[in-house]
């Protein structure tokens, strides 16, 4: 596996899936870096802020934080909830928080659509995590019957996805 880095074209991406995101908070582990992110209001009162820190050790002194490269600015908190499910159904869940893809790469087809039939273990779309792709498999064979995300929003471990249903 590649080495990864808290590079700032990753806390780009990182604060871009955020600010698109409902997440009220968001911290990343990367090696020795850590990103936090909130949209609740700091213990001062003042707006939400960007912090990047180290993480905490144990007996050791806090190594410096890096001076950013500008000074954070506050997260709009407009945010929509998931879509639920309206048809019955198996419910696939997001494995993780990440970018949702319906199709392995730009321009290519989708990996499913409402109304196509799937089998067990085919993928059903991918989630990406920081340039990671993960697929995501159905785990019954049956009828799309929803797709509740839109190609490229992000979404939170455990949110509905997709919806086959297996008498279909």
Do not use: C, Y
């Not at 340039?131 to 455990?158: C, Q, R, Y």
């Amino acid at each position: 596996m590649d080495h990864m880095e808290m590079t700032p074209e990753t806390i780009k991406a990182l604060l871009d899936a955020f600010d698109r995101s409902d997440w009220r908070e968001m911290t990343v582990l990367v090696g020795g870096d850590r990103l936090h992110v909130s949209r609740d209001p700091s213990p001062n009162g003042s707006a939400p802020l960007l912090e990047a820190q180290p993480p905490v050790a144990a007996a050791a002194a806090p190594a410096p934080t890096p001076e950013p490269e500008a000074p954070p600015q506050p997260l709009a908190a407009t945010a929509a909830a998931p879509a639920a499910p309206t048809t019955s159904g198996t419910v696939i869940d997001s494995p993780s928080v990440g970018l949702f893809w319906r199709a392995p790469a730009p321009g290519a087809p989708p990996f499913v659509e409402v109304g196509g039939h799937v089998k067990a273990g085919e993928t059903v779309a991918i989630v990406e995590v920081m340039k990671l792709m993960n697929h995501v498999a159905s785990p019954v064979d049956g009828l799309v019957t929803e797709i509740l995300v839109e190609n490229g929003d992000p979404v939170e471990f455990g949110q509905a996805i997709v919806v086959v249903d297996p008498e279909g």
